[in-house]
């Protein structure tokens, strides 16, 4: 069965600076889609970035991009000048089948 | 705005209650998605429809059932309530790609 990983439960970035969230997955599937989602304090579920396992380049959104490693089943979100609004958790996700597998999430503090 | 619509947005009950959670889709979506959340959690996959079959199901108790009717919206039906039920609820919905729009959840108070 297909796995997500976060394995840090709250990272602190000073505001303006970058940072990067991780995220590792298992599956035995060749073509799938990989998702970043964030949840702010109002609880929305917000689509930041989704990466195509069969595309070679890193997806990237404004201020976000990623760092696919197919071979090594890893897929991390880098955050390039944070903003205060960023502050929410983050949650790395697998589709499967149309089916969404979740990490446990990220918390993500900006110190002003 | 995700253009997913969920009600009611807060739901306070007793344990043994049933309550029903109610989503309408965005314009022209044929997939719904449900979704439990508990306490700073991630999220768990429920069950999913697809123009008013269903399509899959996930860790969905016996005690709970949805259906996705004609005009495309869906209801969660949860029944015999426990404290553990309570939860953020969410419902997603997708056209024919597979990025899921959210709702903004219902939050489920179990007393």
């Known amino acids: 069965a297909q796995t997500v990983t976060q394995s840090q439960p709250e990272m602190s970035v000073q505001e303006a600076e970058t940072v990067t969230l991780s995220c590792t997955y298992d599956?035995?599937?060749?073509?799938?889609?990989l998702f970043w989602y964030k949840q702010p304090p109002s609880r929305q579920m917000i689509l930041v970035i989704r990466?195509?396992?069969?595309k070679q380049q890193n997806a990237t959104e404004n201020r976000f991009s990623v760092n696919f490693q197919k071979a090594a089943k890893s897929f991390s979100l880098k955050i390039s000048d944070s903003q205060l609004g960023d502050a929410a958790m983050y949650f790395c996700a697998y589709d499967s089948n149309y089916q969404l597998i979740w990490g446990a999430g990220t918390k993500l503090i900006i110190k002003p | 705005d995700s253009g997913v619509t969920q009600t009611p947005k807060h739901l306070i009950t007793a344990t043994g209650q049933r309550v029903t959670l109610r989503c309408s889709p965005r314009s022209g979506d044929l997939s719904v998605y449900w979704y439990q959340q508990s306490l700073d959690q991630g999220l768990q996959f429920l069950i999913q429809?697809?123009?008013?079959?269903?399509?899959a199901k996930g860790n969905i108790l016996e005690r709970f059932s949805a259906q996705q009717f004609p005009d495309l919206h869906s209801e969660l039906n949860l029944s015999s309530l426990e404290l553990g039920d309570s939860a953020l609820y969410f419902c997603a919905s997708s056209a024919s790609g597979n990025i899921q729009y959210f709702g903004a959840g219902t939050r489920l108070s179990v007393l």
């Open positions: 599956t035995s599937e060749s073509d799938y889609y």
């Open positions: 429809y697809y123009n008013g079959e269903e399509r």
């Open positions: 990466q195509e396992a069969y």
